[in-house]
């Protein structure tokens, strides 16, 4: 069973920039879909970004062209980077994965990491 473990989630001013990391465990040199999803309290989880295993990427209006999800695929890594945050970015941020899918990724993942927070003030 994949384990997943955000990092670098914290507060920084609007405008800044963070970098999200999410190792992977269990699942050594496979390549499957992951992604990245959002949650504020009151509030329906957001998926924000997906890559499959070819290293395609998609992602939601809210931040295409502000953030950026990558995967090392030796150091078996998942990524977001994230710039030019906004207030309304702040949010727990889940790292995801669905290991039965390579391809046509959605944002129905099937394992989840335990969420790293992101606040976003002056």
């Known amino acids: 069973q994949v384990r997943l473990v955000e990092s670098g989630g914290g507060s920084v001013q609007p405008g800044g920039s963070l970098k999200l990391s999410c190792s992977v465990y269990?699942?050594?040199?496979?390549?499957?879909?992951m992604g990245w999803l959002r949650q504020v309290p009151g509030k329906e989880r957001e998926g924000i970004a997906v890559?499959?295993?070819?290293?395609?990427?998609g992602y939601s209006d809210s931040v295409k062209g502000r953030f950026t999800i990558s995967k090392d695929f030796v150091k078996n890594v998942l990524y977001l980077q994230m710039n030019s945050l906004q207030p309304e970015d702040t949010a727990m941020y889940y790292c995801?994965?669905?290991?039965?899918?390579?391809?046509?990724?959605?944002?129905?993942?099937?394992?989840w990491g335990q969420g790293t927070q992101v606040t976003v003030s002056s």
């Open positions: 995801a994965a669905d290991v039965s899918r390579y391809a046509s990724c959605s944002y129905d993942f099937t394992s």
């Open positions: 269990g699942y050594d040199y496979r390549k499957f879909c």
């Open positions: 890559i499959d295993g070819d290293g395609n990427r």
